[in-house]
């Protein structure tokens, strides 16, 4: 199965809010429960920003971010919830360009789920922390994933369970440091 085909087989199973045409750079902070957000621009080198931080969601009201860029160069900066009760936030990127740059600053305290989808030449930095979060990687030819679990914003140097999902395309490099016998990674080229 197609990386492509897959991971439109897995953004179709999410809700889908009415998508909107957004200027860039788009930039959007969550202090709600519930927020639903749906971007899309097809602007080469466009900018899209999601903060999450502050975001209290719960197992019944999960937030939904979803962001698309379908021109070359565009970056997508995402920053999951901190708050200790704060449960099931949904983060879908999407990027059919080539050279698309993914960015998770923090991944999440609790259960929060990502949705990265690159083109050819995709770079994705994600800064997992120590969340019991799931992570969903599709990138095309020559992308980059690095992964960082555990990571410094956390003071305790305990995770909870992390799954990695990861699809790429030849010529591509997966990194991943940190985790423990909870972490679950799974990697196909």
Do not use: W
């Amino acid at each position: 199965m197609s990386v492509l085909l897959l991971t439109a087989l897995l953004v179709a199973s999410l809700p889908h809010p009415t998508v909107a045409v957004c200027a860039v750079p788009f930039s959007f902070t969550s202090s709600n429960t519930f927020d639903t957000i749906s971007c899309t621009n097809d602007s080469d080198s466009a900018t899209f920003a999601v903060d999450a931080s502050s975001s209290n969601s719960t197992v019944s009201s999960p937030s939904i971010y979803r962001v698309t860029g379908s021109g070359d160069g565009d970056t997508f900066s995402l920053s999951g919830p901190q708050k200790a009760d704060s449960y099931n936030e949904i983060f879908v990127a999407t990027g059919s360009g080539s050279g698309d740059v993914f960015t998770v600053f923090k991944g999440g305290v609790s259960n929060s789920t990502y949705q990265l989808t690159g083109g050819k030449g995709a770079t994705f930095t994600v800064n997992a922390g120590n969340g019991s979060n799931s992570y969903t990687i599709a990138g095309g030819s020559g992308s980059i994933v690095s992964i960082a679990v555990g990571s410094s914003f956390k003071a305790k140097n305990t995770f909870s369970q992390q799954s990695f999902l990861i699809f790429v395309g030849s010529g591509s490099i997966v990194r991943i440091t940190g985790g423990n016998a909870s972490t679950n990674l799974s990697v196909h080229m």
